[in-house]
């Protein structure tokens, strides 16, 4: 939006979201929309594509075909989010610069990303051991 400032000329202030972007509860909202996107990559690429995969085997009975597809599924997948994360931690970048704050680079993202790979780990390990009744001894070994 381009504003008129006395004796300055147009200016671009942003409006209500960008002022919002620029405290300390828009930096909020971007790194919780980064860790959902990373929850995304670690969870939801991974479900996709096996998901998907499944539906391209189920119909050409093609193993071949459908582990070929999952996995440049996958490795397209993870290209976008990782850009999309990316560009959210600029950002966030911007952001702290606009309020005066120094550059933090991307450590971040970095800390987001550590972070929801441990939720997901632990996530599948409550999930593998106590919800889908498989046993954490393996088969035949008496304990």
Not at 58 to 74: D, K, N, P, W
Not at 83 to 94: K, W
Not at 105 to 133: D, K, M, N, Q, R
Request: hydrophobic share 50%; with cysteine.
């Amino acid at each position: 939006m381009l504003e008129l400032e006395a004796g300055r000329g147009p200016s671009r202030s942003g409006g209500p979201v960008r002022s919002l972007l620029r405290t300390g509860t828009g930096a909020m909202l971007v790194i919780a929309i980064m860790f959902i996107g990373s929850l995304g990559l670690w969870v939801g690429t991974p479900l996709l594509w096996l998901w998907v995969g499944g539906q391209i085997q189920g119909a050409t009975e093609s193993l071949g075909t459908a582990l070929a597809a999952a996995f440049l599924g996958v490795v397209l997948t993870v290209t976008l989010l990782a850009s999309v994360l990316a560009r959210l931690s600029d950002i966030y970048r911007s952001n702290c610069l606009s309020r005066g704050l120094d550059d933090p680079g991307h450590v971040v993202l970095e800390g987001v990303l550590v972070i929801s790979a441990g939720v997901t780990v632990c996530g599948f390990v409550i999930w593998f051991f106590f919800l889908a009744g498989t046993s954490p001894v393996p088969i035949g070994i008496q304990v």
